[in-house]
């Protein structure tokens, strides 16, 4: 087994018009501790100035690509297709890691603990207070028993193996929000998968995006959602799926 100082962790931003929170993005990723980091950013042909912002950056950066895209998870799909590390995780434009050692503890965890996938916590804060925590997404209320009431680990905070990448394909290109649930049900139902939860937050991410602008997009996560269990044979309901938001009311108050 190949020892923590070898392995390679190849992280995917997308993005488009970007150029607000780009920066930060990418140098949480050049900042970080660990030496062997490949990262790819997947741009959908920008107007706004991020392809500035990401030439900036290219001597940190392994590969770029810009051009139009049919929406975010075939830009991911981009991303996965000229990954080469062993370890394998996405960071939104919108989000940057919370210090410079996060990427070093995931490779040595996984690596201590013999780890397919690591689950950390996601941090959300307001675009004009950046450093009050808002809430907390706690993925240690996940468990794939959970995949029927719509639960799914904080996606910027999982990490995954190659082999779990291979052995679960590419992102459905047919879903506009939920295709990170959809994705994480394939790797976690009915399976065997090796994973843990880690208390920290490896992610700090700004609110206002897909998955956390309001009522509307709100409405198409969970119609997603259960369209996602419904083709992979889970049983569910729309009832059984919106149970878990008195749950997650709890983030808003414990931090």
């Not at 804060?125 to 907390?136: C, G, K, L, T």
């Not at 929000?177 to 991410?205: K, N, W």
């Not at 969970?222 to 008195?246: D, F, H, Q, W």
């Amino acid at each position: 087994m190949n020892t923590p100082k070898s392995l390679r962790i190849s992280v995917i931003t997308v993005c488009y018009n970007s150029a607000s929170t780009l920066e930060k993005a990418l140098r949480s990723v050049a900042d970080q501790s660990w030496p062997l980091i490949e990262h790819i950013v997947i741009d959908g042909g920008s107007t706004d100035g991020t392809l500035q912002i990401i030439e900036k950056f290219g001597p940190h950066l392994a590969k770029i690509i810009s051009e139009p895209d049919q929406g975010i998870y075939d830009a991911m799909n981009k991303g996965l297709a000229h990954a080469s590390g062993d370890i394998i995780c996405f960071l939104n434009a919108d989000d940057h890691y919370a210090w410079p050692g996060a990427l070093a503890e995931v490779a040595q965890q996984m690596q201590e603990h013999h780890l397919e996938a690591l689950l950390g916590d996601v941090a959300f804060f307001h675009a004009d207070n950046p450093e009050r925590i808002v809430r907390r997404y706690r993925s240690d209320r996940f468990h794939p028993a959970r995949l029927a009431w719509g639960w799914q680990p904080a996606h910027p905070a999982l990490f995954l193996r190659r082999s779990v990448i291979e052995r679960v394909g590419r992102f459905k290109t047919s879903y506009r929000i939920a295709g990170d649930f959809e994705f994480i049900l394939r790797a976690f139902h009915d399976t065997d998968l090796r994973y843990r939860h880690f208390s920290t937050i490896f992610v700090r991410m700004q609110t206002g995006g897909a998955s956390t602008g309001g009522i509307q997009s709100k409405i198409r996560l969970n119609r997603e959602v259960l369209r996602a269990c419904r083709e992979n044979g889970l049983r569910t309901n729309m009832l059984k799926i919106l149970s878990k938001y008195p749950l997650k009311l709890l983030e808003l108050v414990i931090r």
